[in-house]
């Protein structure tokens, strides 16, 4: 089936006039047609992005929109679901697609989509990748020359609004890609131009100038594409400038720029940026220009809660105080009923809780002469009794509800149970019975059949178990001597003797087995 083209992202003029009903419509629209196309395989999808030029234009416009935040486009779920998919569709057409669309490699375009999508993780692989694209080299160094121009232009200016603007971008994307930062940083053109701006504009360009040297300088000193050299050439150019140095100066003393300068530069290039070094640390820490506003901290309002500090977690607080130092105030008193818990928390706070130093220095009396100086009977103040107070006056107590009895099973409460049944009514087995226990047992009518027993015997293998057969009379090839042991006949056969002794003796006299004898 074949897709439809895009419509493009409508600007925030004609935004506001768009009914909320009918704008949950067009973001409908917009995320089914964005499914479908991430739905075509590879190559249909790459052909579909070059056939249909809507698809970028509307990437395009959808990111311009998302940058500048004029709008409420994360307001319900179909927006996020749009969000999401209109990521998924810009990395596919900057991953896969071979010939990539020229909308966007545009800098406006990969400037907006590091503002919109900036916590992205998979956004600097993305550009990484793309930055050795050659169109994109062209394109960028237009743009490096616009960039320079403007920011030489923006000194006889008054309204500054579009190098505002500009300077956001480019901080947006230093942050994204800091090869773009190497890039900007080719020659002294670009930093020169922002050292001459940094004198005649107010703080919050003198911000973004900054941030974005500080990148700039951040980039050169990127693991997977270190340009030291090239770092120390501009650090030394401008520390050695006629032109003060207030924005290399701002920058070491507003970023950890010089800390990390320290630690990562080796090699040959940390012998030469050794001295440098040394001077720029004379900058830390005596900026007047934070990089970020001093956050405002809302005054608390006391309400009388709080949460109490306990250490060993087992809840034992009692009146702001741990039992374990409740404990050691109290033995401390034992010794010197005369001091104040008070007193004596403030000689445990300085002992760090010893106890033993508390009671040496007590009685050798040699404490420090600002405890000496301090109340020994104060104790400590009784926090304030809460009163109560009934919450719902108006209303009265009330008793519980009596719960209905439960029911045990389906025979409650019955005949039986109330004993009311006549015993006539009582019977075992079947009632109309006729047979007793005798015709029970002469009826042979469900009894086994003897042939089927004894063929079942028959069948019957007395080897086939794991009865121990071995002493066996057949096995053994003889017979077993079951005799007791012994030596002689009187040995053998004195079980036998003793036996018949006592049936002699019982018939003799019976009375003498009797039990009552």
């Not at 440098?276 to 990089?291: D, V």
Request: proline share 6%; with cysteine; aromatic share 6%.
């Amino acid at each position: 089936m074949r897709l439809p083209s895009f419509a493009t992202f409508p600007p925030p003029s004609l935004r506001k006039d768009i009914v909320p009903q009918e704008w949950e419509l067009c973001l409908d629209a917009w995320l089914l047609l964005a499914e479908g196309h991430l739905l075509l395989s590879r190559e249909a999808f790459a052909a579909k992005v070059l056939k249909d030029a809507s698809v970028a234009e509307f990437l395009k416009s959808y990111i311009n929109s998302e940058a500048l935040q004029v709008h409420e486009t994360n307001s319900g779920p179909n927006a996020k679901s749009l969000r999401r998919a209109c990521y998924l569709l810009i990395h596919r057409c900057l991953s896969e697609v071979q010939k990539k669309p020229p909308l966007l490699l545009e800098w406006h375009f990969l400037a907006d989509l590091s503002i919109a999508y900036a916590n992205r993780s998979s956004l600097k692989p993305l550009l990484r990748d793309l930055w050795d694209i050659e169109e994109l080299q062209n394109r960028l160094q237009k743009h490096k020359v616009s960039l320079i121009s403007a920011l030489e232009g923006a000194a006889n200016k008054d309204d500054r609004s579009d190098v505002d603007t500009t300077l956001a971008r480019v901080a947006a994307l230093l942050r994204a890609c800091p090869k773009y930062g190497e890039f900007l940083m080719r020659g002294s053109d670009f930093i020169d131009a922002m050292s001459a701006l940094y004198e005649l504009i107010g703080p919050s360009l003198k911000r973004k100038l900054v941030v974005i040297t500080y990148r700039c300088f951040l980039a050169l000193m990127d693991p997977l594409n270190t340009r030291f050299s090239m770092l120390l050439d501009h650090l030394y150019g401008l520390h050695s400038s006629a032109n003060p140095i207030l924005l290399l100066s701002a920058v070491c003393s507003s970023t950890p720029f010089v800390r990390k300068l320290r630690n990562r530069v080796t090699g040959p290039d940390a012998v030469r940026a050794e001295k440098l070094i040394q001077q720029l640390s004379n900058f830390e820490g005596t900026g007047t220009l934070p990089l970020r506003p001093k956050k405002l901290v809302r005054k608390r309002v006391d309400k009388g809660k709080g949460k109490e500090n306990d250490d060993y977690g087992h809840g034992a607080i009692e009146q702001g105080l741990h039992v374990h130092k409740m404990s050691l105030v109290t033995q401390i008193q034992d010794l010197f009923p005369n001091l104040g818990s008070a007193f004596v928390i403030k000689l445990l706070d300085k002992y760090g809780d010893d106890m033993e130093q508390v009671t040496a220095h007590l009685l050798d009396d040699s404490l420090p002469s600002h405890l000496k100086a301090l109340d020994r009977s104060e104790n400590i103040p009784q926090p304030p009794s809460q009163p109560t107070t009934d919450l719902a006056p108006h209303l009265a107590p009330r008793t519980s509800p009596s719960f209905p009895p439960t029911r045990r099973n389906i025979h409650d409460n019955d005949a039986f149970d109330r004993l009311a049944i006549s015993p006539s009514q009582i019977h075992r087995g079947l009632k109309a019975s006729s047979q007793t226990a005798d015709t029970v047992l002469q009826d042979r009518s469900f009894a086994p059949n003897k042939a089927a027993i004894l063929s079942a015997l028959a069948a019957f293998d007395s080897d086939d178990d794991e009865r121990d057969d071995t002493y066996d009379v057949e096995d053994a090839g003889g017979t077993v001597d079951a005799a007791l042991p012994g030596s002689d006949e009187v040995d053998v056969d004195l079980r036998d003797k003793n036996e018949e002794a006592l049936f002699r003796a019982w018939n003799l006299s019976p009375d003498v087995f009797e039990r009552d004898v």
